[in-house]
């Protein structure tokens, strides 16, 4: 959704609650979802650029859609919302150390900006998610 607050200053919901629209200077980038319900959440930017070149990344504004919004395509973990390819993938690197996972990682983000057809980049993109899951599972 966009708004422009200048013209229609949303500040409040009907019940009284402050959305905190324009918190932070501008521009805000709220979301909504069933945690934040109506009150809505703030973004807080990954990176040093400018919020317009960071969520103009296609890969950065996939990854805050799928982070604020809990809509993981795939979950390495539970294997749901993964196609049958990617559930393979996940059950060969469960296998694999923390260190394998952390390398493969590294070689297939090293892929990033190489020519390659759409289906491939797809495919390199999902593993990337994969691992970065696993990855992330295995430090804690």
Known sequence: MDVNLSENPIRED??????G???????????FNQE????????????????????????????YIEEYGK????SAETGKGCSDRAVKYIE?????????????L????????????????DWVDQRKKILKQMVASSEL
């Open 92 to 104: 060969k690197m469960k296998v694999k150390s923390s260190g394998d996972l952390n390398a493969e």
């Open 36 to 63: 934040t319900g109506l009150k809505s959440g703030t973004y807080v930017k990954k990176t040093d650029k400018h919020m317009c070149d960071e969520l103009g990344d296609e890969e950065m504004m996939n990854a």
């Open 21 to 31: 629209a324009g918190a932070g200077g501008w521009p805000t980038v709220k979301y």
């Open 106 to 121: 590294t070689r297939l983000t090293k892929m990033d900006g190489q020519s390659m057809k759409a289906d491939l980049k």
């Open 14 to 19: 009907p019940s009284g609650a402050s959305y």
């Open 71 to 74: 809509t993981s395509l795939c």
